[in-house]
């Protein structure tokens, strides 16, 4: 897989609720050979922060040209892509790791909670419309169905609150909709906990299940060694920044 280093231009750059943002750039050698999954490792030129930020690819358009970014304000390497306005440049290295499995033809269920949510909007636009249960703590945070509306068939959403759909959290929802759903594969992406109760349920019954991890990484390429990790099934040590993020749940947990 090709990885470029490209000087990206800021197309628009806004929040979504006070705390998460979109960004879109474009940067169309990488909107050209992303795939769902994918990240990218950024910096802004003449920037505070030394090491690259890894974003997940939330989107890509090869048409346009452009990726589309959503983050939440974090430190201070958030706070400065936040300040960024359109026309500014910013660089990006990508795409990086190795992606969901898009599996044609399947029933897909995707599983995200938080900012964990974002790479699966790119993956629900590859798939043939997939099921989708989405976590958040609050009503505000459930504001991710509205990217994932034009391509699932169906979207649950539970929040810790109750404010919108189901009270409670994701993996206590999951039986249920396993239940009303023929569901033959599951993908994963958000807090370490949900993933691993999504894991347990989709090894009990028997369904395929694919976890995106995040872990802090310096250089997210496969060289500092900063995010490995034993995998549980084969012991094999694995770089989540080259061999992952997403990995078959039984490595992980
Ligand atoms: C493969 C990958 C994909 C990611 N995709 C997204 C995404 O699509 N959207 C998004 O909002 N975020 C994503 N992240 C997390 C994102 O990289 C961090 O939030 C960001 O680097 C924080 O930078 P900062 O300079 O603002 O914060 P920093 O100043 O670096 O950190 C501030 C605080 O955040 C914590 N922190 C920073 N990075 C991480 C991390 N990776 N994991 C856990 N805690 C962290 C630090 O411990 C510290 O307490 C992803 C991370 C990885 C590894």
């Known amino acids: 897989m090709k990885k470029l280093l490209v000087d990206a231009v800021v197309i628009s750059n806004e929040a979504v609720i006070p ?6 750039l474009w ?5 050209l050979c992303v795939q769902p999954g994918q990240f990218v490792a950024i910096r802004k030129s003449g920037g505070i922060t030394f090491l690259r930020r890894p974003f997940s690819v939330a989107d890509a358009d090869p ?3 452009t990726i ?17 306005h359109a026309d500014e440049h910013i660089n990006v290295e990508g795409p990086l790791g190795t992606g969901f499995s898009i599996r044609q033809g399947d029933k897909a269920l995707l599983v995200g909670g938080g900012v964990g949510i974002a790479p699966l ?8 419309r997939p099921v989708l249960l989405i ?3 609050t009503a505000e945070e459930t504001f991710w169905s509205e990217f994932l509306e034009p391509y699932a068939e169906k979207i649950y959403i539970t929040t810790d609150d109750g404010s919108v759909g189901r009270k409670g959290f994701t993996v206590q929802a999951l039986p249920d909709i396993l239940a009303e759903n023929e569901i033959t594969g599951i993908s994963t992406c958000g807090p370490m906990i949900m993933m691993q109760g999504v894991a347990e349920i989709a090894a009990k019954e028997g369904i395929p299940c694919e976890v995106s991890m995040e872990k802090r990484m310096a250089c997210s390429i496969g060289v500092c060694l900063g995010c490995t990790f034993a995998g549980k099934s084969s012991g094999k040590r694995y770089k989540v920044c080259a061999d992952g993020p997403v990995f078959p749940a039984e490595e992980v947990f």
Request: charged content about 20%.
């Open 19 to 24: 705390a998460v943002w979109k960004m879109v």
């Open 135 to 137: 976590g958040g703590k």
């Open 121 to 128: 909007i790119f993956l629900a636009r590859k798939l043939d």
């Open 27 to 31: 940067a169309p050698e990488i909107a």
């Open 63 to 65: 048409e346009q040209g």
């Open 68 to 84: 589309t970014l959503i983050y939440r304000l974090v430190g201070q390497g958030t706070a400065e892509m936040a300040a960024m």
